[in-house]
């Protein structure tokens, strides 16, 4: 095989990554992972979390080599990474940082193409990427020329991003990529870093120590326990659905049920369709529909078929019967629901819901069902 | 002030001079040269780094005269003998400045050279040393000071740069070269130090608007 055959290769081949009873020990007896059986598959996303000192980032460290595994072997695709020159794994293994590890000295234009220029592509090309990396990461291109620290933490977190993706890699690692930044930026970089992951389909393995975190970001989920062993390596929903033991239980927390309902939509139930009426609609016309279904109170939908308000059956009692509804003085929702929306969010409307029932719409804003609490206990059986 | 003696004493005045500025620079250029790879082992093996350390400031404190009396028998009065002395005083302010600029660059940007690809060397020239150059210069500056100013001291050993002014000055006891030593030699110092100054800015674009 030529040298370019090889090169090909490593940069096509699959990028799962396995870990075949790899421990690392340290010389003074420390043990940081302990017969690590694990295998991340290919383009997916998968957390390692867990309380400190469990051995998840020396995990994640041994796959660029940023440590040498003690024994056991660590596969990337086909290759065993110990046959693989350190340097050269490195430049084709994309790494983010906690702090964002950007270097003070160079510009963000610079910075972004550090690997492209270790892997020595011209001048011409490079300059292309980085402009193609500052909009996939939502930079503003002015921001090329500055240095680090003229930019904010948020910022810099997605030039480091941007630096990590610069030369492609299959691979991309995470220390606790979102962990330095506050939290109304890091919630916006998480929900820009998913639409990223579905675009680019990498093979991603993230450090956390939120479980949060984990749990909305990772197609799957490797909890490890102290002593660098994993308790559970599963999917969200099976962790919640199915914890492996009284460790992961305990880790996830007592508000599982709450996990649970956060990893299902709106758009997967089939919602109840409700009892509507029209704005224009007289009160006696509404009470009679509320006799006929038994129902403690009325979605009133405006001439966009938008939910305007709540009208209980105490306050149609007291109306006139010829009054129309929208004059009467409907209760307004707090919350919208969309389709899209998860079913912590309908609980959460539902919990300062005027009535029992909160009104769902559709991203053009059109009602299509309504959810209730029932349904919502349903889906945690 | 004789000013006709200053004229008639240009070519005289002008060879001080550049050997004052050709030992200044060597003993800088020597001292770096020994200082760099000692300040590499000792991050390299931190334990090297107090005894190197003593062992510089050791030789710091050696009054500089004794040192020249003491390398005499060896080099005799040449020029070999006043460079090993003053290069020998560089030693201390290098390598502790090179150490500590080193040292300073930040841990998560080492590992990111490392983590991204970066061969030792490479993070060593490219990453590093740049971001600890402020350091590094600021040390040059001291030392190259201290030598401008100790170099009149190697005048007693038959070199000397503007120092061999003072000599005449004194033999002659005659003040125009006592002045003419002392205010070229401290324009030097200046001189050299603002040149350093402007390297340094010139090299570390990011460094602007930093701290003023």
């Known amino acids: ?381 | 002030m004789n000013w006709r003696w200053i004229a008639s004493n240009l070519d005289t005045i002008r060879d001080a001079l550049i050997q004052h500025v050709q030992l200044t620079g060597l003993a800088l250029l020597f001292g770096f040269l020994i200082a760099f790879p000692l300040a590499l082992l000792a991050i390299r093996w931190p334990r090297l780094y107090t005894p190197s350390l003593a062992l510089t400031g050791v030789l710091f404190t050696v009054p500089s005269l004794a040192l020249f009396i003491l390398l005499m028998p060896f080099t005799g009065l040449s020029m070999a003998t006043s460079l090993i002395g003053l290069t020998i005083y560089t030693l201390l302010i290098l390598f502790r400045n090179i150490v500590q600029g080193l040292r300073g660059v930040a841990p998560d940007v080492r590992e990111a050279a490392r983590a991204l690809g970066y061969s030792r060397a490479r993070q060593l020239f490219g990453v590093e040393l740049p971001i600890a150059l402020p350091v590094i210069v600021a040390g040059i500056r001291i030392a190259a000071v201290t030598i401008i100013g100790m170099v009149t001291v190697t005048a007693l050993i038959g070199q000397g740069g503007l120092g061999r002014l003072f000599i005449t000055g004194f033999t002659l006891d005659f003040t125009t070269p006592l002045v003419v030593g002392f205010v070229l030699s401290v324009a030097l110092a200046v001189a050299v130090d603002l040149l350093l100054v402007a390297l340094l800015y010139w090299l570390t674009p990011w460094q602007r608007g930093v701290r003023g």
């Open chain 1, 1 to 381: 095989m030529t040298r370019r055959d090889a090169t090909k290769e490593e940069e096509q081949g699959s990028s799962a990554i396995v870990f075949e009873g790899v421990s690392k020990r340290y010389p003074d007896g420390t043990v940081a992972v302990e017969h690590l059986d694990l295998t991340l598959p290919a383009g997916e996303l998968t957390v390692l979390v867990g309380p400190s000192g469990c051995g998840k980032t020396t995990t994640l460290r041994m796959i660029n080599r940023l440590e040498n595994p003690s024994e056991g072997r660590l596969m990337i695709g086909e290759q065993d990474v110990m046959r693989i020159d350190a340097t050269r794994l490195r430049r084709r293994i994309g790494y983010v940082m906690q702090h964002s590890g950007l270097f003070p000295h160079h510009t963000i234009a610079d910075n972004i193409a550090t690997v492209p220029r270790l892997l020595g592509w011209n001048k011409k090309r490079r300059r292309e990427r980085v402009d193609e990396l500052i909009e996939l990461v939502g930079l503003e291109p002015s921001l090329a020329s500055r240095y680090p620290h003229q930019l904010s933490g948020g910022q810099q977190q997605r030039v480091g991003l941007a630096r990590a993706l610069a030369a492609d890699p299959p691979i991309l690692l995470m220390d606790e990529p979102f962990a330095a930044v506050d939290p109304i930026v890091r919630h916006r970089l998480q929900q820009e870093f998913l639409d990223l992951q579905r675009r680019v389909q990498k093979t991603i393995v993230m450090v956390t120590h939120d479980i949060d975190e984990a749990m909305k970001l990772g197609d799957r989920v490797a909890i490890f326990e102290p002593g660098g062993a994993v308790a559970q390596f599963d999917t969200p929903s099976r962790l919640l659905a199915a914890p492996a033991s009284d460790f992961v239980i305990d880790f996830i927390g007592a508000d599982r049920e709450l996990r649970r309902l956060a990893l299902k939509r709106l758009d997967s139930l089939t919602l109840d369709s409700g009892l509507t009426a029209p704005f224009d609609e007289v009160v006696s016309r509404a009470r009679s529909y509320l006799q006929q279904a038994g129902s403690g109170g009325i979605v009133v939908l405006d001439s966009d078929h938008a939910p305007l308000g709540w009208l209980g059956w105490e306050q149609l009692k007291r109306a006139g019967d010829a009054t129309r509804l929208d004059a009467l003085d409907l209760q307004p929702w707090r919350h919208r629901l969309y389709l899209h929306d998860n079913l912590r969010t309908a609980l959460n409307a539902l919990i300062s819901a005027p009535g029992e029932v909160v009104p769902v719409v559709n991203d053009e804003g059109h009602y299509v069902g309504v959810i209730d609490r029932l349904q919502l206990t349903r889906q945690l059986v």
